[in-house]
Nanobody, 115 residues
Framework: QVQLVESGGGLVQPGGSLRLSCAVS????????MAWYRQAPGKEREFVAG???????NYADSVKGRFTISRDNAKNTVYLQMNSLKPEDTAVYYC?????????WGKGTLVTVSS
């Protein structure tokens, strides 16, 4: 059925950049709402960025101007370009797909921002 697989996480220095990818299968990707969330140890999962089927985007205030969400419907993939990374961006990043009120989640990819 529906599967979401994140990739691209790793260790980066403060001020650096990283691009996360989320490959989606088992659903009609082009008509799904997509989003990125993150969760740091001991904290609740929080919204990071979202994109509609038509390409409309929205961001959490903490990442606006630094992160960019995009999608490639031909590749069934959503991306999160992260620039000017800060230590507080350290978290497990999760991809989410939504269609008809049903939410599907990936297993996450760890991003660590440290010098």
């Amino acid at each position: 059925q529906v599967q979401l697989v994140e990739s691209g996480g790793g260790l980066v220095q403060p001020g650096g950049s990283l691009r996360l990818s989320c490959a989606v299968s088992g659903t009609i990707f082009s008509i799904n709402d997509m989003a990125w969330y993150r969760q740091a140890p001991g904290k609740e999962r929080e919204f990071v960025a979202g994109i509609s089927p038509g390409g409309t985007t929205n961001y959490a205030d903490s990442v606006k101007g630094r992160f960019t969400i995009s999608r490639d419907n031909a590749k069934n993939t959503v991306y999160l370009q992260m620039n000017s990374l800060k230590p507080e961006d350290t978290a497990v990043y999760y991809c989410k797909s939504v269609r008809s009120g049903i939410h599907y989640w990936g297993k996450g990819t760890l991003v660590t921002v440290s010098s």
